[in-house]
C-alpha cells in the first residue's frame, strides 16, 4: 500500500500533503507564481515571500493559496516575478560584482604591461628595404665587419644629434645639476655668493681685530699712507719747486742736524699725530720714539727691557766699529 493511499485511508489528508509538499518545491525553484483560477477565496498566506516585492521577468510557476474558500465574485491574486533579494543575497550580488571587477582590472593592467614590454623590444625598421635592428646592425646574416660598421654608424649618429640639440639648448644643457640629502636642487650660484659673502665677512674681522690691536699712532700713520696713495693717482710725474704739498710736506719733517730747529714753531707743537696733547717734560727713550700722554706723572713702571734693548743695540755697535778699526790697522 503506498502512503498516500495509506494517509487517505487512515486521515483523508493526501491531498492537503501533496498541496503542502509541491507548494514547499516550488518555493525552492523560485519563478514567476500565478495561482489556480479555480482556487476559491483570498490568500491569506502569512509568509513574508509573498508580502515582499517581486521582480518580473523570471519562470513561471503555480502557487496555489492555503484556504480554498473565497467569495465568488472576488478576484483571485496573481504574483508576477521572483522575491526581492535579501540582504545577505544582496552582499553576496556585492561581492560577487566586486571579484568581477578586480578580474576586469588585473586582465586589463597584463594587457598594458605587454603592450609596454612589446614597445621596449628591440624594434626592426625597414629603410630602404633592408631591415635594421635598434643597435643600428642590419638583420640576417652577416659579417663581423659589416655590423661593427652599421654599429659606429648608428653611434656616430646618436652623437651629431646629441651636439646639435645640447648646441641649441646652451650652456644650462651641460650645466650640472647638484642635489642634497632630501632630493631639493640646490642653487650652485647662490651657495657660491653666500660663500663669498661669508669669507669678506671673515676678513672685514681679521682687519678690525688687527686694527684694533695696533695703536693709535699706526693707525693714523695708515691712514696717512692710504690717502697719499689715493691722492697720487692724480699727481704728475714732474714735480716743481713751486709744489705747494712737497714744500709742506719737507717744513714739517724733522732732521737732527737742522740748526734751526730750535727756532722754527710747529703749530701741532705739543701734540701727536692724532691731536691729542703730549708730555712736556723728560721721559726715558723707547725704539718706536712715541713720547708719553700728558696725564703721565713721570713714573717707568716698565721691567727696565727698553733699556736693555738700547744698551745691546749700541754694544753690537760698539763692536762692529772696533772689528773695523783692526782690520785697518793691520
Known amino acids: ?51 515582499a516585492p517581486t521582480i518580473a521577468g523570471m519562470t513561471l510557476g503555480l502557487k496555489k493559496s492555503k484556504k480554498k474558500s473565497r467569495p465568488e465574485d472576488a478576484p483571485a491574486w496573481t504574483t508576477v516575478g521572483v522575491a526581492a533579494p535579501t540582504n545577505a543575497q544582496q552582499l553576496a550580488a556585492d561581492a560577487e560584482k566586486t571579484a568581477a571587477d578586480a578580474i576586469i582590472a588585473s586582465a586589463a593592467a597584463d594587457r598594458a604591461k605587454a603592450a609596454q614590454d612589446e614597445d621596449e623590444a628591440p624594434e626592426m625598421v625597414d629603410t630602404e628595404g633592408v631591415l635594421k635592428m635598434e643597435s643600428g646592425a642590419n638583420a640576417g646574416l652577416q659579417t663581423a665587419a659589416q655590423v661593427a660598421a ?15 640639440a645640447a648646441k641649441e639648448m646652451g650652456a644650462a644643457a651641460t650645466e650640472t645639476i647638484y642635489r642634497d640629502a632630501s632630493g631639493r636642487i640646490i642653487n650652485v650660484a647662490m651657495k657660491r655668493a653666500e660663500a663669498r659673502r661669508k669669507a669678506e665677512e671673515e676678513e672685514r ?45 719737507l717744513k714739517e719733517s724733522d732732521r737732527w742736524n737742522d740748526p734751526a730747529a730750535g727756532f722754527v714753531s710747529k703749530k701741532k707743537a705739543g701734540r701727536s699725530i692724532t691731536g691729542k696733547p703730549l708730555y712736556k717734560g ?22 727696565g727691557f727698553e733699556a736693555e734693548w738700547f744698551k745691546a743695540r749700541n754694544r753690537k755697535a760698539n763692536v762692529e766699529r772696533m772689528e773695523y778699526a783692526w782690520q785697518m790697522d793691520e
Open 1 to 51: 500500500m503506498s502512503l498516500a493511499d495509506y494517509l487517505a485511508k487512515k486521515y483523508l489528508t493526501a491531498d492537503t500533503e501533496k498541496k503542502a509538499k509541491k507548494r514547499k518545491r516550488k518555493d525552492k525553484e523560485g519563478g514567476l507564481k500565478i495561482a489556480d483560477d479555480d482556487i476559491a477565496g483570498w490568500s491569506n498566506s502569512k509568509d513574508e515571500d509573498d508580502d
Open 150 to 164: 652599421a654599429m659606429k654608424k648608428k653611434q656616430d649618429e646618436e652623437k651629431r644629434k646629441a651636439a646639435q
Open 282 to 303: 723728560s721721559f726715558m727713550p723707547n725704539r718706536y720714539g712715541i713720547r708719553p700722554g700728558h696725564r703721565w706723572d713721570g713714573v717707568d713702571r716698565g721691567n
Open 205 to 249: 674681522i681679521k682687519r678690525e681685530k688687527e686694527k684694533a690691536a695696533r695703536g693709535d699712532v699706526q693707525n693714523a700713520e695708515a691712514a696717512r699712507r692710504k690717502e697719499q696713495l689715493q691722492d697720487a693717482k692724480h699727481m704728475t710725474i714732474a714735480r716743481y719747486a713751486d709744489d705747494v704739498e712737497l714744500n709742506e710736506e
